[in-house]
């Protein structure tokens, strides 16, 4: 029941012949322009817009019309990992897998989802500690995420994020037993609990915090690169978790899916992956061969990939609960 174009020349005569594209994207607004433009460079007969989203109510919001029917203007979207299996149910049905085998679209196979075969993984994030380096000296650091139990750190030593995307990406390796042991301790440690990379990368940067319990490797060095007084650092230790980001999909409604086609090519090109690391720094994929794949070379690192992505939802639910944060009573 999939779609699948025989040959390249097949999916760029049939991109020619739709002439635009519309994206909506979770990149930064700052990669858009310079993506664009590449992409213009080598497909000039295609005029390509692209729209940002973000944040859960913008995923949910974009979801919700989804299913209402109502969305008309854009061709490809990003399944959030909050809500995966639901957008992956208004992709297109094309076999990008099979194509991507076969060569027909320059995509390394290992960027797409083997099950539902139609979404295509062009980012990731590596997550790890970050610190300030007055308020802690590199011999106290944490080398692994038990040391976070130890008793220097009971009592608002260190920030953790209500939002555990990176915990639960850690259950990919370490299974849900360890990781919901691990954030009940957590929680008994008393940490300064934070929602946002921004907010905590500038607690740290300023020294009103001093270390990160598990953050976006990625927002950390962004942060510390323009911070003046360079205190703010940036530590991966081992189990690194790493997720998927920027999936990918084309939409059911889309009115030129094959020119979505060499658009999701594209950003896993190369090219695509070098613009997302200049822009958004170390956020290309594991899969290939920049600034992410660099990184964790050498590294123990756990992939909360295609086989596990779908349970990220209910991984956060299990690590939020292990928090008990006080719900409201019905």
Same mark, same amino acid.
């Given at each position: 029941?999939?779609?699948?174009?025989?040959?390249?020349?097949?999916?760029?005569?049939?991109?020619?012949?739709?002439?635009?594209?519309? @994206?909506?994207?979770?990149?930064?607004?700052?990669?858009?322009?310079?993506?664009?433009?590449?992409?213009?460079?080598?497909?000039?007969?295609?005029?390509?817009?692209?729209?940002?989203?973000?944040?859960?109510?913008?995923?949910?919001?974009?979801?919700?019309?989804?299913?209402?029917?109502?969305?008309?203007?854009?061709?490809?979207?990003?399944?959030?990992?909050?809500?995966?299996?639901?957008?992956?149910?208004?992709?297109?049905?094309?076999?990008?897998?099979?194509?991507?085998?076969?060569? @027909?679209?320059?995509?390394?196979?290992?960027?797409?989802? =083997?099950?539902?075969?139609?979404?295509?993984?062009?980012?990731?994030?590596?997550?790890?500690?970050?610190?300030?380096?007055?308020?802690?000296?590199?011999?106290?650091? =944490?080398?692994?995420?038990?040391?976070?139990?130890?008793?220097?750190?009971?009592?608002?030593?260190?920030?953790?994020?209500?939002? =555990?995307?990176?915990?639960?990406?850690?259950?990919?390796?370490?299974?849900?037993?360890?990781?919901?042991?691990?954030?009940?301790?957590?929680?008994?440690?008393?940490?300064?609990?934070?929602?946002?990379?921004?907010?905590?990368?500038?607690?740290?940067?300023?020294?009103?915090?001093?270390?990160?319990?598990?953050?976006?490797?990625?927002?950390?060095?962004?942060?510390?690169?323009?911070?003046?007084?360079?205190?703010?650092?940036?530590?991966?230790?081992?189990?690194?978790?790493?997720?998927?980001?920027?999936?990918?999909?084309?939409?059911?409604?889309?009115?030129?899916?094959?020119?979505?086609?060499?658009?999701?090519?594209?950003?896993?090109?190369?090219?695509?992956?070098?613009?997302?690391?200049?822009?958004?720094?170390?956020?290309?994929?594991?899969?290939?061969?920049?600034?992410?794949?660099?990184?964790?070379?050498?590294?123990?690192?756990?992939?909360?990939?295609?086989?596990?992505?779908?349970?990220? =939802?209910?991984?956060?639910?299990?690590?939020?609960?292990?928090?008990?944060?006080?719900?409201?009573?019905?």
């Amino acid at each position: 029941g999939y779609l699948a174009a025989s040959s390249r020349d097949e999916v760029v005569a049939k991109a020619k012949k739709e002439g635009k594209l519309r @994206v909506i994207s979770s990149l930064d607004g700052r990669t858009f322009k310079p993506m664009m433009q590449s992409f213009s460079k080598k497909y000039p007969f295609i005029d390509i817009r692209m729209q940002e989203i973000g944040g859960t109510d913008g995923y949910q919001r974009f979801l919700l019309e989804l299913k209402a029917g109502t969305v008309k203007d854009f061709d490809t979207s990003e399944a959030s990992s909050e809500f995966y299996i639901e957008n992956a149910a208004h992709a297109m049905k094309f076999d990008i897998l099979g194509m991507a085998h076969k060569g @027909v679209l320059r995509i390394n196979p290992k960027m797409v989802d =083997p099950d539902y075969r139609n979404v295509v993984s062009v980012a990731s994030t590596i997550c790890s500690i970050a610190y300030n380096k007055t308020r802690l000296s590199e011999a106290a650091l =944490p080398a692994k995420w038990e040391d976070f139990l130890k008793p220097e750190f009971k009592g608002r030593k260190f920030i953790a994020d209500v939002r =555990p995307q990176c915990m639960a990406s850690l259950m990919a390796g370490m299974g849900e037993e360890w990781v919901l042991k691990y954030a009940r301790q957590i929680k008994e440690q008393d940490p300064v609990w934070v929602r946002g990379n921004q907010r905590a990368m500038s607690a740290l940067a300023s020294g009103e915090q001093a270390i990160h319990q598990m953050t976006f490797y990625q927002s950390c060095v962004e942060a510390a690169r323009k911070d003046p007084t360079n205190s703010l650092q940036c530590k991966i230790i081992d189990p690194a978790p790493v997720y998927l980001r920027e999936n990918h999909f084309i939409l059911k409604s889309a009115s030129h899916p094959y020119a979505a086609l060499l658009f999701i090519e594209h950003m896993a090109s190369p090219e695509g992956q070098k613009i997302i690391d200049e822009y958004e720094p170390i956020k290309s994929s594991i899969f290939g061969d920049g600034e992410v794949a660099r990184v964790a070379k050498g590294k123990k690192v756990v992939v909360n990939d295609f086989r596990t992505f779908q349970n990220t =939802p209910k991984w956060m639910a299990m690590v939020v609960e292990a928090y008990g944060f006080p719900r409201a009573d019905k």
